[in-house]
């Protein structure tokens, strides 16, 4: 599905001492199938922005069009629609509160009022998408590590069956090894369900290794929305809204440094490598 804002401003307690502009004045389009890394300063405006997607938050002014309906028109099109957006929020785990996983992921599709074999069907296909083990269904949520917990989380949003997907900060505060699963798994499961992926991350290494495009956020704005190499080419205006750059561009600049260049639009350890081999002979054996 995509999404189209236009001319979309959210103030937060408008008229009083407090309001905050958090979204001003954005237009953008964001195609079907896309996997968009949002990004931005804290304060910038992420979380208000996809907020708006599935009209948990309202605009200001202007709208929101998903495949070309206002989604706030009418009731009954929100409704639809908000079967169609799968919210992770952050620390989604938090908010597991049934006594097994099983009963805990087959939470939305029950209010979908589903048959019960379909529920049971989409219970064990999201755990499978998720990296859960049929044995996990029939623990506590309590009982399993936080990784885990975040898997059951995210295993009860895709139940659902969502065309778009947003997910905030998906990978914060899990392990190394916990995040690269997590990854790995968005990666499967975005080419898999075809769904249109927002991700909001301080982890720019995995902006440039899952997305197809990158949103900088600042200020309530839209300051760039292209693909991953166009966008880490520019450190010098991200550092300059104070965002980071992913570990291979901080190594090409170090490069630089000893007069090696390297194209600053390259993001994968392999395309250096490759590009040194190239450019400045040597061995290619990694
Ligand atoms: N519920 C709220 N009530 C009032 N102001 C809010 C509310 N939520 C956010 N704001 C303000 O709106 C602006 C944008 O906040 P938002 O949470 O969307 O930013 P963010 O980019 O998601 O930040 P972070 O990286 O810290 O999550 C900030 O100035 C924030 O203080
Ligand atoms: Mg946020």
Redo the contacts with the bound molecule.
């Keep these: 599905m995509s999404i189209h804002f236009e001319k979309l401003s959210h103030v937060?307690?408008p008229d009083s001492p407090?309001e905050?502009k958090?979204i001003d004045d954005v237009t953008l389009t964001i195609n079907d199938y896309e996997f968009v890394g949002l990004i931005?300063h804290?304060?910038?405006?992420?979380?208000?922005?996809v907020q708006h997607i599935n009209a948990l938050l309202k605009p200001t002014t202007g709208k929101v069009i998903i495949d070309s309906l206002d989604i706030n028109s009418d009731k009954h099109a929100l409704k639809e629609l908000r079967k169609k957006v799968g919210f992770v929020f952050q620390y989604p785990e938090h908010q597991l509160f049934e006594e097994t996983v099983e009963k805990d992921i087959a939470f939305g599709p029950k209010n979908l009022k589903l048959p019960k074999e379909e529920i049971a069907i989409r219970v064990e296909q999201a755990m499978e998408l998720v990296g859960l083990e049929p044995e996990v269904k029939l623990r506590s949520p309590f009982e399993l590590s936080g990784g885990q917990r975040r898997r059951v989380a995210l295993a009860g949003v895709i139940a659902m069956r969502p065309e778009i997907l947003i997910l905030d900060e998906p990978t914060a505060g899990l392990d190394p090894g916990g995040r690269d699963a997590m990854l790995l798994m968005l990666k499967k499961m975005h080419k898999k369900e075809k769904m249109t992926v927002i991700m909001?991350s301080h982890y720019m290494d995995e902006i440039a290794a899952l997305c197809s495009k990158v949103l900088v956020?600042e200020k309530g704005k839209p300051v760039i929305y292209d693909e991953p190499k166009k966008v880490f080419a520019q450190g010098e205006r991200l550092a300059a809204m104070g965002l980071d750059v992913p570990t291979t561009t901080k190594l090409i600049i170090a490069l630089e440094k000893k007069d090696i260049n390297i194209p600053k639009d390259i993001l994968t350890l392999k395309e250096i490598h490759s590009y040194i081999a190239e450019n400045y002979g040597g061995d290619d054996s990694a």
């Design positions: 937060y307690m407090f905050t958090a931005g804290t304060g910038s405006g992420k979380t208000t922005l909001i956020m």
